[in-house]
């Protein structure tokens, strides 16, 4: 993390620096963020600035791919436009990116389900394709549930609640004994949770946050029928992806369970990677836990 404090006057001063036709534009401070904290600036474009990210290898795989990614992806996703290196005054990375207009699902609602299941998965459908060798692969997100339960054990020890326990328990057991995914390795958002998408007129009108992005397993974002979609059209939107078979739906469901709790988690008190914790978190987290029991 970087002890630097982050100001407007420190923004401009880094703009006037490195890319001085930018410095002009209106800057202003964006709610939220963690590993990286983010400025509007003027009002189509935003400044990504490296805080909490101990390295700065979450931006550096953004600048590279995501101008790749973009131009097929049916969503507006933020396209790096201008990178900005570290120096004495701020040792950090930080990148000018387009804005993605809309309001975080965390903050807003989604009132056309159905819309937003076939938005959701045409995005995804964009985005699941084989990546080249190349391509990133996660050491956090994209593993099988069953590498991953010293991580569901924790969060479900943390907060999940009596009365559902053993459901919440089987969905994950469930998840952890389906089979492997045997395809090839495809684009994966890898972070898809409320604070990550955009809604405005009562749908998904965008994609931010690819920090986690890798090739691998796509159920890592199938888990988004249940944790952002409104309850009932998960089924909607498995028929829209079209490409999910059992296994890659049973391990998205324990996926969801486990983004879920940790969103729970976050809602209390945080855990040791995100101290403080972000209350309105929990009763999101609460409501897509209740649409993974439900399973649809």
Not at 9 to 31: C, N, S, T
Not at 101 to 113: A, Q
Not at 194 to 217: C, E, H, K, R, W
Not at 248 to 262: H, W
Request: contains cysteine; proline residues 8%; hydrophobic residues 45%.
């Amino acid at each position: 993390m970087t002890d630097t404090e982050i100001t407007a006057d420190l923004v401009r001063d880094l703009l006037e620096e490195q890319h001085p036709d930018l410095a002009g534009l209106a800057i202003r401070e964006v709610a939220g963020g963690w590993g990286n904290q983010m400025w509007r600036l003027g009002d189509e474009l935003a400044v990504r600035m490296q805080r909490m990210d101990p390295t700065p290898e979450l931006q550096l795989k953004e600048r590279r791919w995501l101008p790749l990614l973009a131009p097929r992806l049916p969503l507006p996703v933020p396209v790096p436009v201008r990178f900005g290196e570290p120096t004495e005054r701020f040792p950090k990375h930080w990148t000018v990116m387009t804005w993605v207009p809309g309001e975080p699902l965390d903050h807003g609602s989604i009132s056309r389900g159905d819309h937003a299941a076939d938005t959701l998965a045409g995005f995804l459908r964009a985005l699941h394709v084989e990546a080249p060798a190349e391509a990133p692969i996660s050491s956090d997100f994209g593993a099988h549930p069953k590498k991953c339960t010293d991580r569901f054990d924790y969060f479900f020890g943390a907060v999940v609640p009596g009365g559902i326990a053993d459901e919440v328990r089987a969905v994950w057991d469930d998840a952890v004994v389906a089979p492997e995914w045997e395809g090839s390795r495809v684009w994966v958002h890898g972070d898809l949770h409320p604070a990550n998408v955009v809604v405005s007129g009562g749908t998904l009108s965008g994609i931010v946050d690819f920090g986690a992005m890798f090739a691998g397993d796509p159920a890592w974002d199938l888990a988004a029928a249940w944790v952002l979609l409104p309850a009932g059209t998960a089924s909607r939107f498995f028929d829209a992806y079209g490409h999910a078979d059992e296994a890659a739906i049973r391990r998205a469901r324990g996926l969801a369970a486990m983004k879920s709790l940790f969103l729970m988690l976050m809602g209390q008190n945080g855990d040791q990677r995100l101290p403080g914790g972000k209350p309105h978190w929990g009763p999101v987290g609460r409501a897509a836990l209740d649409r993974v029991l439900k399973g649809v």
